[in-house]
Nanobody
Framework: QVQLVESGGGLVQTGGSLRLSCAAS????????MGWFRQAPGKEREFVAG????????FYADSVKGRFTVTRDNAKNTVNLQMNSLKPEDTAGYYC????????????????WGQGTQVTVSS
């Protein structure tokens, strides 16, 4: 069992930066791949970024490549998403999730989810 709590969302202007954090409970955190997803009103939840269980591998959606960076600290049970050069289209609720699958990019591949944190980018 893994419980996830996101933080760090907020309102930022176009071109600005935000750093999201996800704190995990449970002693098995380092055995899960972690992902970040986002969902805007009226849209499906979409994959943003993922990182392998020990952090050696990262993968991103094309829409955020070069702007977002996912990292994790297994000693602290945290995973972070650094978001730079933010655009209005990045506005959404952002969710972290845990998966036992390799390079998972679909929501159904993730077993545990946080409650989400809102990111709003003003133009």
């Amino acid at each position: 069992q893994v419980q996830l709590v996101e933080s760090g969302g907020g309102l930022v202007q176009t071109g600005g930066s935000l750093r999201l954090s996800c704190a995990a409970s449970g002693r098995t955190f380092s055995t899960y791949g972690m992902g970040w997803f986002r969902q805007a009103p009226g849209k499906e939840r979409e994959f943003v970024a993922g990182i392998s269980a020990i952090g050696r591998s990262t993968f991103y959606a094309d829409s955020v490549k070069g702007r977002f960076t996912v990292t994790r600290d297994n000693a602290k049970n945290t995973v972070n998403l650094q978001m730079n050069s933010l655009k209005p289209e990045d506005t959404a609720g952002y969710y972290c999730a845990a998966s036992t699958r390799l390079r998972a990019i679909r929501p159904y591949e993730y077993s545990y989810w946080g409650q989400g944190t809102q990111v709003t980018v003003s133009s």
